[in-house]
C-alpha cells in the first residue's frame, strides 16, 4: 500500500507562483515504476485532471506553459510547480499514483487546498 501525503498549498494573489509536493511512503514499492498524476476539484465541480508524469510530462491545456510538473525519485516525491495562477486555479489538488501498466490510478492523498485571489 502506498501512502500519499501533498503539502504546499496556500492562498496566493493572481499572478503569483505556488510548488505543490507529492511525497509517497509506506509498504514496499518502487517509485521509480509509479506513474504519478496531479488533480484538482474546485467547490461544486468534478475533479479534474491537471497533469502526469511518467517517463514523460502531459499537460492539461489549461495549464501548459505555466505549470511544470516533476520528480525526485530518490525522495519519493513529485513536484507541481504552478505559475501565473489564475482565480480559476482555485481548488483542491490532489496527487495520485498507478504502476506503469494500469489504467486506473489505485492510491489517492488527501489533497491540499490553493486559493487564488485577485
Known amino acids: 500500500q502506498v501512502q500519499l501525503a501533498e503539502s504546499g498549498g496556500g492562498s496566493v494573489q493572481v499572478g503569483g507562483s505556488l510548488r505543490l509536493s507529492c511525497e509517497a511512503s509506506?509498504?514496499?514499492?518502487?517509485?521509480?515504476?509509479?506513474?504519478v498524476g496531479w488533480f484538482r476539484q474546485a467547490s461544486g465541480t468534478g475533479r479534474e485532471f491537471v497533469a502526469t508524469?511518467?517517463?514523460?510530462?502531459y499537460y492539461a491545456e489549461h495549464v501548459k506553459g505555466r505549470f511544470f510538473i516533476s520528480r525526485d525519485n530518490a525522495k519519493n516525491t513529485v513536484y507541481l510547480q504552478m505559475n501565473r495562477l489564475r482565480a480559476e486555479d482555485t481548488g483542491v489538488y490532489s496527487c495520485?499514483?498507478?504502476?506503469?501498466?494500469?489504467?486506473?490510478?489505485?492510491?489517492w492523498g488527501q489533497g491540499t487546498q490553493v486559493t487564488v485571489s485577485s
Open positions: 495520485a499514483a498507478r504502476p506503469r501498466g494500469r489504467v486506473e490510478y489505485e492510491f
Open positions: 509506506g509498504g514496499t514499492f518502487d517509485f521509480e515504476n509509479l506513474v
Open positions: 508524469i511518467s517517463g514523460t510530462d
